[in-house]
């Protein structure tokens, strides 16, 4: 199973951009990378998963690196409701191994 | 609104005296999960059922248990919870293993 390394923590000022990275440089062909976030206080939420090519949703965009060893989670107006602790997983093809890493604890500043 | 329910919110037992924490949902979801989180760590799984196929993580210990009565509910058992077990216990759903979880807002256990 790959493992994930992210920074501890980030910080942003509110209505700037975030790029939130993540190392997964043991990733196998067909493991998926999704990135998930906890806001204090409640259970996790899903905010984008991808394989091969980035990935645009109405939360967030997925960047993955051409030889998949990275990517970045990319927050495009950070607003103070976006500070959270974001984790990136790795799961294989049948979605086995789902394991959370430490994550990045991302600040927003008004 | 369809939506994963966790009963209690909080629950507090006392050292060696089992409790069940509940999970229901009403997205119809194939799977179910456990997840404890410990304070200013990440969530670890503990077990997931795919319908009714329960399946272990390989360092769950064996204290804790779990029942899937049916598609809507599954419970986690703590035989005899040592303080060591105080945690969120948090659970999610999915429709299969490879799609997105949505996770119920946790069931705080104390064990005093």
């Known amino acids: 199973d790959a493992k994930t390394t992210q920074p501890n923590s980030m910080e942003s000022n509110e209505e700037e951009p975030v790029h939130l990275p993540c190392n997964h440089s043991t990733i196998s062909g067909t493991d998926y990378i999704h990135w998930y976030r906890q806001l204090p206080s409640q259970g996790p939420e899903y905010v984008i998963h991808?394989?091969?090519s980035n990935v645009n949703n109405r939360m967030a965009s997925l960047a993955i690196a051409e030889d998949r060893k990275s990517s970045t989670l990319i927050l495009h107006r950070a607003t103070l409701r976006d500070a959270a602790v974001y984790y990136c997983?790795?799961?294989?093809?049948?979605?086995?191994?789902?394991?959370f890493g430490p994550g990045t604890r991302l600040s927003v500043l008004p | 609104d369809a939506m994963v329910i966790q009963n209690p919110r909080y629950q507090v037992t006392q050292f060696g005296k089992p409790v069940t924490l509940s999970c229901s949902q009403t997205l119809n979801h194939n799977v179910m999960y456990w997840y404890q989180q410990k304070s200013s760590q990440a969530p670890k799984l503990l077990f997931h059922y795919y319908d009714k196929d329960f399946n272990n993580e390989a360092d769950t210990p064996d204290n804790f248990q779990s029942r899937r009565p049916n598609t809507s509910f599954c419970f986690l058992d703590i035989r005899s919870p040592g303080l060591g077990d105080a945690a969120m216990y948090l659970c999610?759903?999915?429709?299969?293993?490879?799609?997105?979880?949505?996770f119920g807002p946790g069931t705080r256990l104390t064990v005093l």
């Open positions: 991808g394989l091969t």
């Open positions: 999610a759903t999915s429709r299969g293993l490879r799609d997105e979880q949505f």
């Open positions: 997983i790795c799961t294989d093809n049948y979605g086995q191994n789902f394991v």
